[in-house]
């Protein structure tokens, strides 16, 4: 006899190309996506598929490509839109450039895109400071580092707040003009 707290586990549906490409349009519906996060998506169903099923990886993995091939041509998934607008906000959050380009790098955007979209971010900086600048006084403002914070202790957490920004990714003078500007 059941227990009521057990709780049956659901199996994952078979993977035809049917149901992978009504999960590739409710995944792009939801997310904002780079075509390499919906082909891993779509290959963890694949190889979920197949490990309960027993269905076919090979083929699987044809209809994701298909899949995937299609939603970019049809512009479902644009790789160097997400990369600007991802850049953008990470940028808005105080990011720098080093972590920017990981967060892209980890999400599948290629370099070019990733560059591409950085140098959009620089342009875009209209008041003559550049854009590391600007992050990292971004970051200090959330964080309430340097002259955005306590002024009693600026001097005292100098270091620590120096530090803070040398992990965000800024440079030392960038960080040294923030915390003491």
Not at 23 to 46: H, P
Request: overall charge positive; charged content about 30%; aromatic content about 6%.
């Amino acid at each position: 006899m059941k227990n009521e707290t057990d709780k049956t586990k659901k199996l994952p549906k078979k993977a035809t190309k049917s149901h992978l490409e009504n999960a590739a349009l409710y995944y792009v519906e939801r997310f904002s996506s780079t075509a390499d996060s919906l082909r891993n998506v779509l290959t963890r169903r694949v190889h979920r598929s197949a490990h309960y099923h027993h269905t076919e990886i090979p083929q699987g993995l044809d209809w994701v490509a298909e899949i995937v091939e299609r939603f970019q041509a049809a512009g479902l998934i644009d790789d160097a839109s997400f990369a600007q607008a991802r850049a953008r906000t990470l940028h808005q959050r105080g990011n720098s450039a080093k972590v920017i380009t990981l967060k892209l790098r980890a999400k599948g955007v290629s370099g070019e895109l990733i560059e591409a979209a950085l140098q959009k971010l620089e342009a875009d900086c209209d008041d003559g400071t550049s854009r590391e600048h600007q992050g990292a006084i971004r970051l200090a403002r959330r964080r309430g580092l340097g002259p955005y914070g306590d002024l009693e202790k600026r001097q005292q957490n100098r270091d620590k707040h120096m530090a803070a920004l040398a992990r965000a990714g800024y440079s030392y003078d960038i960080a040294r003009q923030v915390i003491d500007g």
